[in-house]
C-alpha cells in the first residue's frame, strides 16, 4: 500500500490505488484498530475473540470469514430463531424487537448487515403493510437475498405482498395503473430519481396492474393486467412485471445506483462519493453482483485509507448491536425498539423509500444528547435495560480480571483510537466502558 | 438547612434491621398497644405505617410452611447458589452464632413490642420499635457498631461511628448523617440528628401534638378496628403536596374511569385522612381502606344512585375474573355535561357510533335508561373446537352482562344495533380485503343466540393461529339479561348460569358499588396455555435468554399458585368512600 497524501479527499484520490487490494506492509501494519474498522462495517461490532482472531488473520481471511463462513454458521441457528420468533407478531414493534434479538445474536453479523442495508435501501413501512405477519415475512425474504445479485432482490420486490400492500397495491388496475408502485421501483429502488421519466413510470405501471394482495398473498387477476405494448428503456413490447425488471437490467444507471449506496454503508456517507470512485464500482457490480462489491470495497487500499476509517456516523441500531455485540450481553429488545424510533431509527417505518437519511443527519444537537443518553441507559446496573451489558462480566469471559487495565482492554474492543486519559479517570470496568461510549469517536462506525 | 447524604441509609437499615426494637423511657405510660410509640411522632407526619400485632404479621412469614412454599419457587435453586444470598446467609450465621439464638427467634423478640415508621414533609424520617427483649437489643447494637468500625477498618477509613450524650441517652451515627438511639427495649432511628431531636423533643413535649393525640389517627383507628398493621396518610398535609391534587382531577377527568372508580378522587379531594388496614387470619390475608370525610366536601358526589345492590358472582366453569359494579348509567350520562365540559374525542366517537347503531335513539334517555344499575364483566377462559383454529395466544373470553328494565322492548333494539355494528366491522375488514365474521342464530338454553365466527375459507396453515380466531362476537339475552360476549362459548355459559339458576336477582352489597374478583387457578390454567408466548413476550421485553425466561414464567405460575382468590371492593356512593381486599391462599386451613 503505497502511502496516501495525507491531502487526499474523496475528489482527489486516485481510483485505481484506490481499489487495489490493501497488502500490509511496516509502513502500514495489519492493527487491532483496522480489523475492529472491518469488523465494525461488515457486522455490527466484534467480540474479544473474534477481534483476536481478525488480528491474527489478516484482513482477507477474516473477510472471507464474515462473508462466506458466516453464512454456514446460520444453517442451525436461523431455523432455531425462526422457530422461536412468532410467525405473527402482533406489531411493526415487535418485528423491529425481533430482528435487533437476531443482529445481536446471529453467527452471521455479515447476513444480518446485509439484510439491514436491502431493508434501508428498499425502504417500506410497517404502518403502510399493516399486517406485522407481512412485514416480518419481508424481513425474512430479505434476509434469505443478503448475498444475492441486486437482479435477483429487485425482481423480489414485485413479488413480495408487503411492497405491495404498502405502495397502494388495491390501484393497480388496467384502468388504473398503480404509478405509486412503478415510481417507487423504478426512481427509489432501482435507478434513481434523475434517470426515470413521468412516461417511463407510467408505462412500467401499466406493465404490472393485474397483481393484487389478497389476505396476504400476492394474486394474479389477467383481465385487470394491461396486456398492450409498452417502451420501457430499451424494452418494446406487451411487457409485465418480468419486464420491468428486465427493462433496469441493463440500465446503466442500475448499477451506478447500487455503487453509491454501498458506498456510503461500507466506505463513507460523510461526503458525496464521486462518480470517478463509484463508476469502477458499478462496472464490477454487472459482473457478479452485490456481495462481489462489497468483497471488493473491504479489500480496498480506500476501506482501510483514512478517507474511509472513521467515515461514517452510526446508525441508532449500529450503535447499539454493535455495543452489545462487542460486550456479549443480550438486551430487552422491545424498550430498545422504542428507544432507537426515538432516535430516528424506526426499523419498522423508515421515513422514505429510500430509508433514513444516514450520514451527518443522524448527528443533531438533541440526536446527540439522546444517544448519549440511551448508550449511558444500556450500561446502568438496572433500569429499563436490566443492567445486561456488564463490562466487568466480558472481561472476565475472556480470562481478564476487571482490574486488569480496562480501559486497555475495552479501547481495543470497541476500537477506540489510544489517547492518554481515555477513560477520564474511571476504573471500574462499568465506568470505563460508559467514558469511552460518550467519546465523539464512538458515534463513528 | 443542608442535610448532606440523607439518603445513605446502610447504616440505619443495619440499626433497623438487627435492632428493631428501640427504648426511650418516656415520661408517658399509656395502655392502648402502641400508644408509647405514636407519643413519639410529631402530629405533622404525613405518611405512618405502624404494626400493631408484629406476631400476627410474623408469625404466618417465619412458618414452616412459608419456608417450604418459598423453598419450593422454581427461582429457589438459583437464589441459593446466588454469591449475595451466600454472602447473607454466611451473615446471618455469624450473627446467630454472635447472639447466641436463632434469627427467627431474634426477629420476633426484637420486633415484638410494635414498630413505627413515620415520614413528614422534608425528607424527614424515623423508625420506633419496641423489643421484648432489651438485653439482646443492646447486644445486637453493639455488634452492630462492631461491624461498621471492622468495615471502615478495611476499607481504610477513619473511625466512623459517633456517640455523645444529653440528657441521659446516647445519640448514636453510623455515619455522620444518620440518628438512633437504644434505650431499654427502645430504638428510634431517624435520617439526621436534627430529626431525632424533633422525636425525643416531641415525647417530651405535650400529648396533643404528637400522632397519639391527633384525632384524624384516632378516627382511622376506630374505623379500622383491630389490624396487625396500619397505614396512615394525613390528607390535610398531603393535599398540598405538589402534584397530589392535579393527579386527582387528571384521574377523574376521564369518564370511564369516573365511571369505574365510582368518584373516588372527588371524595379524596376534601377528606381528611386514609388509612389502610392489614388483618391475618389462618390462610387469609385482608385490608380494609378507609376514607375520613372532610367537613367541606370540594365536589358533589358522582350522580351514580344509591349503589348498594350488586348481581351475585356468576361463578361461571372456567371464570377467571368478574367485576360487578352498581352504576346508574342514565343518571351519569345525563350529568356529563357539567362533569366533563371538554368533551373527548372519545365521547364524541362513542357518541357518533351510538347514533349508528341506534337508529339516531336519544342516547342518555332511551339506551342509557335501559339497563338497571347492576352491571357484570365477566372474563373466562373460553372453548375452541377440535376442528376450528387454535388461535395463539389463547386469550380469554370476556361478556358484559346487563339487566335490563324493560326486556320484551329493548331487545330487539339492541339485536338491530348489534347485527348493525358486526355488519360495520365486516364492511371495514372487507375494505381491507381481510375475511369477515359469518352470522349465526342457533338455540341454546331456549332462546336463541346471535353469534358469529371468522370465515375459514381458504385457511393456510400459517393462519391457524391467527388471533382473530379469539374472537367470536355473540349476543343472547335470557329473561331480563342481555349478554354482549367476545366468545360464543363463554356466551353460552353465561346464559346456563343465568337461567339454571334461581340466584340471579341483584343481591345487597352492604355499602359496595364495586367487586371484583379474581380466580388463581383459572389465571394459572391461562398462564399454562399461553406458556410459549408468555416465554417469547419475556424474552424481548426482559432480554431473558429462552432458559431465564421459562423460569420467570414459571416463577410467575408458581406465585400465581399461592393465591386461590382474591377479591377487592370499593364502597361509597352516599357514603364516604371505602376499599376492601381479601386474598384466599392456597392451602388455607389445610
Redesign the interface.
Known sequence: MPAPDANLTLATVDPEWAWAPFEPDADHPWTPALAAHLLRRAGFGATWTELQQAVADGPEETAGRLMVDGYHATESFNPQFDELEPASPGSGTAVSAWWLRRMIETPDPFGERMTLFWHASLAIRADRVGDPGLLAGRVRSLRGLARSTFVDVLEEQLKDPAVLQALGEGENRRARPNTELARAFLEDFALGPESVTQDEVREAARAMTGWFVVRGRLRFIEREHDDGDKQLFDEAGPLDRVGVVRSVLFHPAMTRWLARRLFQAFVSDVDEPPALLTDPLANACLQGGATLLVWRILQSNLFYSPLALQQRMKSPVELVVGLARSLEGILPTEPLAQDLANLGQDLANPPTLRGWPGGRAWITDATMAARLNLLHELLQPDGRYKGRLDPARTMERHGRSPSDDPVGFFTELLGLPAEPDLAGGATSPREVVARLVARPEFQLA | MNRPHRHRWQPLLLAGLFAAPLGIQLACRASEPGEQLRRSVPAAAVVCLEILQPQALLDPLLSEDFAARVEALPLWPELVENPKFQELRAGIGMFQVSLATDWRTALRELTGGGALFAAAPGDRTVLLTDSLNPDLLKRVHELAVNIARGEAEKRGEPDVVRSDEQDGLARWTFNGVESHVVSGSRLVAANDSEVLEHVLAAARGPKSETLAGDAGYAAARTALGDPAAMLFLNLRVLRHAPGFLEGLEESGGNPLAALLIGGLPDSLKSADWLAAGLYVAKGRLSAQVKVGPGENPVAPPLPLGDMDTLLPDPRLPGEIAALRLNRDLHSFYSAKDDLFPARTSGLIFFENMMGIFFSGRNLTDEIMAAPQPEVSFVVARQDFADDAPAP?PQLPGFALVLRLRDPEAFRPVLEEAWQKALGLINFTRGQ????GLILDRPRHGGIAITTSHFSTV?LTE??Q???RFNFQPTLAMPGEFAILSSSESVARRLVDSLTGHGGTKPISAAGSHTRLTLHGGAIRDLLRLNFD?MV?NN????????EEAEMAINLLLAVAGQVNRAEFGLGGGKQPPSASLTLDFAGAGE
Open positions: 395463539e381491507k380485503a381481510e375475511p381458504g400459517a393462519e393461529g391467527n388471533i408466548a417469547r424474552m424481548i421485553e426482559e432480554g431473558h435468554t429462552r
